[in-house]
Every structure is written in structure tokens, then in C-alpha cells.
């Protein structure tokens, strides 16, 4: 690993663990994404008050973060791409394309990102855009090891639209498992994953990878029973999570952050993290 690349690996994972705080929703085109988003100068300030470790977020809301003075605040991780998977009625034609096709990673060098992120997407009957996504990566790939730039790929595999409606995640390990794989092949240096339907199972996904995965957080779930969840996958292996509505459509964001990093950071059960945010 080069040594720019890991200085931007240890601005991401403080003792080894990242609490990753998605907010690069506006990307997707899904109004439902964007409740608690409204005002983004007042979500930025109020997650670097809660200091997770890093924020997620595309090109042109990433100045409300790095234009920010302090030392300490989170990293920038920086969405570099965009595709239309996310809305609840299938599109005629499914695409993902990165946000800059000449330059891929420029606007994250401009920004100082410690990290980029690419999706992986992998739905029934959609071969194009698997492809598109395998394209993608390999652009991108080649840019992050010229200019020492970690790359999270974020492997999605997707249950059918008539399922459930909409942008709904398949957890079975025995389809996770392979595009994680396929992840770590590509020449990942982080993965963000989706939770397994059984939490114990995850240990599978981080043999994989055998590089730091991140769990992804999806939908807006109870939250007693994600700290709970989040606990269990972190003793799979599992080196921190990517949640975004679980924080920013939250009441009290800034406390379900500090019980996100009492797991990631402190090694505390879901009960004892249920406490911490109680308590916050």
C-alpha cells in the first residue's frame, strides 16, 4: 500500500474502527432519501459536533465540510458516482455512471477526501448495469493507485422490485459472499457491505474481503434493535458501519452517534449501547 494512501487509511479508521455517516443521499433521486437532508449546513455542523469518524457526501456539498476550520473534524469520504436503482418504480433502462467520466477521482483530490466510493450493484435480470458498475471501477481503480486515493466499493445485491417495491437488500450470505469477493478481486482497499440476514454469518463476508469492511445500514430500522445488530456484526469481524437514515432521520443524531462509536471504538454490547444513547 502506498504511504498516501495508508496516511488517508489512518484519517478513516481511528484504533481500527470508522464510524462512516452516509449523507450523499441527494445523489439518487429518491425524495424519500432526503427527509432530515433539507438543510445540509445544518446536518454538516451538527455531525461534527457528534464527531463520528468520517462523513460520507458527494462533490458539491462536500465545501460545507472541508471548508470548516477545525483540525479534528471527520474525514471526507466522497461519492463518485450515481445510478438510479434507488427509486421504488424500476426504470425502463437501469444505469450507474460515474459523476466525472474523464477524471473520476479529481473532484475527491480537489477536496481532500480521505476515501472514494463506488457502487457494485447486482439486480436480478440487470446485466448492463452489473457491467456499467464492473466499468466504473475499473476507471476508477486505476486513478486511486496513480494518485494513492483508498477505494470503498460498495457490493449491493438487490431483491427483485415486485418483492418488496423499490430499493430493498437481498441478505443472503450465499449471494454476498461472492460479490464481495468479486469486490476484493477488483482491488478493493475498503468494502462496505450489507448485514447478513443472520448476524452470524458475517464473519464470511470479512474472510472475503481480507480487506476492512464496513457495514452498510439501509433503511431507517428500530433502533434498539440496529445497535443490537451493529454489536453482533462487529464481533463477526466487521471493522465499523456506513449508516446514514438510521443518523440523520433520527431525533437525536449526535446521540446515536456516540452509541455507534461506544460499539465500534469501545467494544460495548447493544444493551450497553442502548444505555449510551439514553444517556446522550
Known amino acids: 500500500m502506498r504511504i498516501s494512501t495508508k496516511a488517508r487509511m489512518n484519517r478513516l479508521f481511528t484504533n481500527g474502527g470508522c464510524l462512516d455517516v452516509a449523507i450523499d443521499h441527494g445523489v439518487c433521486n429518491e425524495p424519500s432519501f432526503l427527509v432530515g437532508l433539507e438543510d445540509m449546513a445544518g446536518v454538516v455542523n451538527a455531525l461534527i459536533a457528534a464527531r463520528p469518524d468520517a462523513i460520507q457526501m458527494a462533490y458539491g456539498q462536500a465545501?460545507?465540510?472541508?471548508?470548516?476550520?477545525?483540525?479534528?473534524?471527520?474525514?471526507?469520504?466522497?461519492?463518485?458516482?450515481?445510478?438510479?436503482?434507488?427509486?421504488?418504480?424500476?426504470h425502463r433502462v437501469m444505469w450507474s455512471m460515474l459523476q466525472n467520466r474523464d477524471e473520476p477521482i479529481i473532484g475527491a483530490l480537489e477536496m481532500d477526501a480521505a476515501c472514494v466510493v463506488v457502487n457494485l450493484f447486482m439486480l436480478p435480470d440487470e446485466p448492463e448495469l452489473f457491467r456499467q458498475c464492473v466499468d466504473n471501477i475499473s476507471r476508477v481503480r486505476a486513478d486511486c493507485h496513480k494518485y494513492g486515493m483508498p477505494l470503498m466499493i460498495e457490493p449491493l445485491v438487490m431483491l427483485p422490485n415486485d418483492m418488496r417495491g423499490g430499493y430493498q437488500v437481498d441478505g443472503d450470505v450465499e449471494k454476498i459472499v461472492p460479490l464481495v469477493r468479486l469486490a476484493s478481486e477488483m482491488g478493493a482497499d475498503i468494502i462496505k457491505a450489507d448485514p447478513t440476514d443472520d448476524p452470524d454469518d458475517f464473519h464470511r463476508v470479512v474472510e472475503a474481503a481480507r480487506v476492512p469492511v464496513l457495514v452498510r445500514g439501509g433503511g431507517k430500522e428500530d433502533l434498539r434493535a440496529v445497535l443490537e445488530k451493529s454489536a453482533r456484526l462487529m464481533r463477526q469481524g466487521a471493522k465499523g458501519m456506513v449508516y446514514g437514515r438510521n443518523i440523520y432521520q433520527h431525533a437525536n443524531p449526535r446521540a446515536v452517534v456516540a452509541a455507534l462509536i461506544a460499539i465500534i471504538h469501545d467494544g460495548v454490547d447493544g444493551e450497553a449501547a442502548w444505555e449510551t444513547y439514553n444517556n446522550g
Do not use: F, H, T
Request: glycine fraction near 4%.
Open 63 to 90: 465545501d460545507l465540510l472541508q471548508s470548516r476550520p477545525e483540525q479534528d473534524k471527520p474525514a471526507l469520504v466522497m461519492r463518485i458516482d450515481m445510478g438510479n436503482p434507488y427509486n421504488a418504480q424500476r
